[in-house]
């Protein structure tokens, strides 16, 4: 079991910046791929962003590449999403979730951490 929890979350005029947080723990992440994930009201679930944790290869949703940075801390056992530029449609509950290899599905989650942009 992989058990994930966020911080971070936020009110945030349009233009500016917050740093997303997701502390991991319960195994070693090394074969795992960490995801951040977004749900507007009335919209579905969408996958903003991903890293795997060994090699640090990441993907970027087209709505948010340039704007917002995902990393890891391998000390930390931490995962962080910085969204930069941020925008009103950048609005949703944020999810930290992970997936063993790179080719499962996502079946950790967290609980979500509201982000709210003001225009």
């Known amino acids: 079991q992989v058990q994930l929890v966020e911080s971070g979350g936020g009110l945030v005029q349009a233009g500016g910046a917050l740093r997303l947080s997701c502390a991991a723990s319960?195994?070693?992440?090394?074969?795992?791929?960490m995801g951040w994930f977004r749900q507007a009201p009335g919209k579905e679930r969408e996958l903003v962003a991903s890293?795997?944790?060994?090699?640090?290869?990441?993907y970027y949703a087209d709505s948010v590449r340039g704007r917002f940075t995902i990393s890891r801390d391998t000390a930390r056992n931490t995962v962080y999403l910085q969204m930069n530029s941020l925008k009103p449609e950048d609005t949703a509950v944020y999810y930290c979730?992970?997936?063993?290899?790179?080719?499962?599905?996502?079946?950790?989650w967290g609980q979500g951490t509201q982000v709210t942009v003001s225009s």
């Open positions: 890293i795997n944790w060994r090699y640090a290869g990441t």
């Open positions: 319960g195994r070693t992440l090394s074969m795992y791929d």
């Open positions: 979730a992970a997936r063993y290899g790179s080719r499962s599905e996502y079946n950790y």
